[in-house]
Every structure is written in C-alpha cells, then in structure tokens.
C-alpha cells in the first residue's frame, strides 16, 4: 500500500479501467462534500469516492476492493442525522456513491409497483408515482435530498409510518450487492412470496453493514383524491394524545401523520425561517398537526375534520386550532413542522435524540425528558418534535447562548444517556426512525446487547467477515468487526 495514496498498491488503476472517468472522484476539492455529514459531527477523508453507474459495475469495483481488503463506505444523498454514510478519519475507507445509479427500472399502476434504483431522491420516487396516477407514501423532512438506497438501509419512518409502516413494509423487492461483489437479484413484485428467509428485511435497517442496496421494489397506493389538515394548540401532551386517540377511534384509515410540535420548536422555526407566521391566535406550550388523506373524491375529510375538533375543543383537548383552507397554507402548515432541524441548526448546536416508546408513553416521555435534560444543561431548552402517531419523538435539547458550541455538545452523552434511561424505563428504543449510524454505537451494547447484538454479530460475520462494509457504523467498537 502506497501511505499517501490510502489504497493498495494497482488498486486505483484497477478501479479506474472498471468505472471510468466518470466513475471515480480523485479531485481532493471535488472529494470534500463526501467526507462530512448534514449536521457536521464527523469530518472524514476517504482515497477516492467511486461512483459507479450500474449494478454491474459497482459489483466489479465492490469485488476488487474486497480482494485488496479495502473497507467500504456507501453514500447516497448523505442526509444522515446519525453520521452513517460518511468515511472515518483513516483515509482508508473508500466512499462509493450511489448518486449515478437513479434510474427508475419499471413502473406498474396494476401491481401498484415501482422498481427504482438505489440513488434516486426519494422525492423524485413520490413524484413519478404521482405522474402515473397512484402515490408512494414515504415522506420526512430530507426527502428532497435523500435516496432510496439510504432510506432503505435506515428502515425510513417519518410522518406517514402511522397510515402506511415504515420503509420496511412499504419494499417488496431487493437487488444487493453483497460485500464480495456477488448479487442478490430478488427484484420480485409479488405480496406473498414465502420462499425462506425474508432476505430483503435483513439489509433493510442494516445500515450498509451487509452490502449495497441498489434497487427496490416499492409498493405503491392509490392517489389521494381528498385531504384535509389542521394545526391545533394543546395544553398539555397528555391533550395531545387525548386527541390522537379521538381521531383514530372515529376513522383510523383518515390519518396520514399526526405530528407534535413544541412550543420550543415552533418558536424557533418562527424566528429562524423566514416566510413563516403562526396561523393561530396566539403561541401554545405544545401543538399537533393533523394530516387527512382519502383515495375517494368525495371523502368528506374537511367536515370529519371540523366535526371531530369541534368534539375535541368542547372536551378541552384542543385549545385552538386553524383548518387549512388552500393547498398554500397546508404547504405552509407542514413547513412549520418540517423546518424545525433548519431552524435548529441555523440557532446554533443541538443534541438530537430519535425515541420512540409505546404511544401511550408519549405523555411521560416528554414531560420526564423536559425535566431531565436542562438539569443536566442548566439554562439549554429542549425541542421536540416528532411523530406522535408512532410514539416517536425527536427528543432535542439545543445550544444556549451562554455556551460555547463546543462546551455544550460536551454534555451530549449525559443528555443522550439520560433520554435513553427515561426510554428504556417506557419500554421504548433509543433509535427510532434515523438509524444508529456512528453516533449512536455505543448505545447498542447498552440497550441491545446480549443475545441480541451477538446475533446481529454472527449475520454480520456471515455476511462480511472481513467487516469491510461500512466498519464504523452500528456495531460497538470492542466487539464489532474491522477491518485489520
Ligand atoms: C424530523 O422528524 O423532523 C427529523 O426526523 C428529526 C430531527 O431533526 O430531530
Ligand atoms: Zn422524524
């Protein structure tokens, strides 16, 4: 190995001949937007970033790397909250970007499938659906930017996982590269296909750990021919989950998302994001967003709606609320709910947690976690924000101006540890919805270890036995598998 190349001796020239110009980033400017994550925790360096074009040729560079025993980093749209699709600081680990694979492979309203590469944004996936008449659920606040092979390998959630599951139950189909450069072509559209092991459900959620995802087959649904949406002021989280249970009780197949927002939050999203205004008569200590979506035209979503707040107002669960009355307003309803990471990132550091406990915890989740995390950061505030629907809640505690970024990120362990205590005392996960990427490795051997963790080790070990694929992220460093 040449020290200052950070790759085997031939190997480079090797992976040029396979891929191409276009294949291969060498240019250390042009190298830079690969090595740090979205939130700027990690900062890595990595020889080369290899972009190859098809399944083929990632499968040939995936097979030299792993003969020259070279580990492997992938990256798709490197949204990660977690830093898992960015290269430690080795130089070793090679990057490879799944960006140029995005084509969308087939598509059939009959079957209700779309089978489409790894890169494509995941965005772009929801908007073709549309274009043929039918709808891919999916959606959370990076999916202008993420990518199928990323939302696949962190099991995606976001703010449809109410209505329509996770990323998990939404994939019927998969095409793998394992980390040998063999492929599994399971690219079947079928709902019933009990053929032994479910495969495709292992690198689901695997985090790169067990090869490259780069193609799927994703379910699709009917279009929504009616919707409807409100935001609504709430006194307390128990009102919110008082009201939570009021909708799903009247009609559960209306609820598309049913979000919670912070008073916190949603200061901070009207402070930071401009264009934004509060279309309630004044701010509460927490809200919810109720999202409505109907595939018959004539639903009646709008009058179910204003029939159940109205129940809900009498009851003294909602103190406020506003319907939407244009598609503008939903837009600028949801923005207020999709921002607040911006808006927390443009007020300065912030340690995020992503929970989640059985949804009838929700209520002590957060008032225990409100309580806990300035007393461990006296004068921080917590914001929070999350997907109450699944008992998921993004359990956040951001910078104060009277620390330092540096001083405060410092206590990010104890706040992480103290939300996890908290949770775990629920019954519920400390990784919900973002993947536990590098952050969160540590954490595994907490909450997962045992039997559990030993079991993931031995598919790991099966699979990848040199641990080549994506070596820092999931398993905890003492007993994970590197690299040598
Ligand atoms: C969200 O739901 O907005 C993100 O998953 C959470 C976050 O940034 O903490
Ligand atoms: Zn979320």
Redesign the pocket.
């Known amino acids: 190995m040449s020290a200052e190349d950070g790759l085997p001796t031939g190997l480079r020239e090797q992976l040029r001949a396979r891929l191409g110009p276009k294949g291969m980033v060498e240019e250390a400017g042009d190298i830079v937007p690969h090595l740090s994550d979205w939130r700027g925790l990690y900062h890595g360096r990595t020889p080369c970033v290899l972009r190859p074009a098809s399944t083929v040729e990632l499968a040939a560079a995936v097979a030299l790397c792993h003969a020259a025993g070279v580990p492997m980093v992938p990256q798709g749209g490197n949204t990660s ?1 977690s830093g898992g699709s960015v290269p430690d600081a080795s130089g070793r680990q090679v990057v490879v970007s799944l960006a140029r694979m995005n084509r969308l492979r087939a598509l059939d309203p009959v079957d209700m499938t779309m089978t489409v590469e790894a890169g494509m944004v995941v965005r772009t996936v929801q908007d073709l659906a549309v274009e043929a008449g039918c709808q891919f659920p999916l959606a ?2 990076g999916d202008g930017t993420a990518m199928v092979g990323g939302m696949l390998s962190t099991n995606a959630g ?1 703010n449809t996982t109410v209505r329509y599951g996770n990323a998990r139950e939404l994939t019927l189909g998969l095409e793998v590269v394992l980390p040998d450069g063999r492929v599994i072509d399971a690219l079947r559209r079928l709902r019933k296909d009990n053929t032994g092991y479910a495969l495709r459900q292992l690198f689901i959620g695997a985090e790169g750990t067990l090869g490259f995802i780069t193609a799927a087959v994703l379910r699709l649904f009917p279009p929504v021919r009616d919707k409807a949406l409100a935001l609504c002021a709430v006194e307390a989280p128990e009102a919110a989950l008082a009201l939570f249970r009021r909708f799903r009780d009247r009609d559960e197949t209306a609820l598309r998302a049913f979000e919670y927002i912070s008073g916190s939050a949603m200061r901070l999203v009207l402070e930071r994001i401009e264009g934004t205004s509060l279309p309630l008569a004044g701010p509460a200590p927490h809200y919810v967003l109720i999202d409505l979506a109907a595939s018959h035209p004539q639903a009646g979503l709008r009058g179910f709606l204003e029939a159940v707040l109205e129940e809900a107002l009498d009851a003294g669960e909602v103190t406020d609320a506003v319907v939407a009355e244009s598609e503008a307003q939903r837009q600028a309803i949801w923005r207020l709910r ?1 921002e ?2 911006e808006a ?1 990132r443009r007020a300065g550091a912030s340690i ?1 947690s ?1 929970v989640s406990v059985p949804v009838s915890r929700v209520p002590e989740l957060i008032r225990r976690c409100f309580e806990a995390m300035p007393a461990i950061v006296p004068g921080a505030e917590p914001v929070a ?3 109450l629907g699944d008992g998921n809640i ?1 359990m ?1 505690l951001q910078q104060p101006p009277h620390l330092s970024a540096e001083a405060f990120m410092a206590h990010a362990e104890a706040v992480m540890n103290a939300v996890n205590e908290i949770t775990g005392s629920l019954g519920g996960s400390f990784s919900a ?2 993947g536990v990427g590098r952050i969160k490795v540590k954490t595994m051997a907490k909450w997962r270890g045992g039997a559990e963790l030993e079991t993931m080790r031995r598919i790991r070990a099966a699979l990848d036995p040199e641990g080549l694929m994506n070596p820092d992220v999931l398993f905890p460093p003492a007993t994970g598998h590197r690299a040598p």
Do not use: L, Y
């Open positions: 909250m959370f606040g976001g999709e607040t990471p927390q995020k992503d924000i999350g997907h993004h956040n919805e973002h």
